[in-house]
């Protein structure tokens, strides 16, 4: 049975969000349309900015995207102790990057005194904006509404782009927070777009190596890899084994480097308690061996208890897989 999705994006259960949207039949979002010839390859670069200067208004982090020839994929966090700390000039400044706001809110960026209505009016105003900028839906609205309008102005049509809002997936844990961000970032080399994550264009993995390679900062909005330390947001990973360990899983999934396989597995794979069988399934078919809840059988159990479920869902894929 389909879920609200309120019952799907709970915080008090994980930060941690893995988000897809597909477009409608047979429309093109990238690549290269077979049967006209024509290239879409240009909306790669429209959609990673849009997503990225989007999320950057947001008290949403992006761990990991890759964006495909009719989807694209990416795994958020959602920080809303980030939105609690922004003063009210702040939230106003945020949301009009987004949105033109009200007349008031506009009146109070210029400088105008308000009125003790007019205030109170705004101060409503504030607050639902900023419940909204620490909302996934609000923010994958934001982006799939402004690639649906460019994309239709292009090819001169009108009419629904994507075929829904967007698929989610709740990240319970590390290990599925890790095995999901591997899935997402080795996309292109699965579709045979990429030989290596250095040359997998417009994706999270790309993006880090340039800047470790280029030495220049990252994109702001990426979120960073935190490592062990504590009372650090962040992803509790150091970026040099992950990439080691995208690179090694790359190598296992792609049919041309299947004879070149190393023979030592990442450490980070045995901190995890993952075998070399179980992470090839993880980051081939993540969507399909997982609902809209993914970690540990026990995790899951719990969180299925605390939502009420009248039917507990297999967790088989659950057990196996993470142990």
Known sequence: MTQPRSTLISLSDTPYYHCVSRCVRQAFLCGEDRKSGKSYEHRREWLEQKLLCTADSFAIRVCAYSIMSNHYHVVLRVCPEQADEWSFKEVVFRWHSLYSGTVFSRRFMAGEALSTAERHELNQSVTIWRERLTNISWLMKIVNHALALMANEEDQCKGHFWESRFKSQALLDDRALLACMAY??????????????????????????????????????????????????????????????????????????????????????????LDKDAWHTLVTQFEQQFGHWVGSEHIVRQVYEDHHYQRTPSTRSHRCLFG
């Open 184 to 273: 997402v970032d080795l996309n292109p080399i699965r579709a045979k777009l990429a030989r290596t994550p250095e040359d997998s264009d417009h994706t999270s993995i790309k993006n880090r190596i340039d800047s470790i390679a280029k030495k220049t900062t990252p994109v702001k909005c990426l979120d960073d890899f935190v490592g062990i330390k504590k009372d650090v947001d962040g992803i509790p990973f150091k970026l040099e084994d992950y990439i080691d360990l995208v690179e090694w899983s790359g190598r296992i999934i792609h049919p041309n480097k299947r004879g070149f396989i190393k023979s030592d597995e990442p450490e980070m794979l045995s901190r995890l308690s």
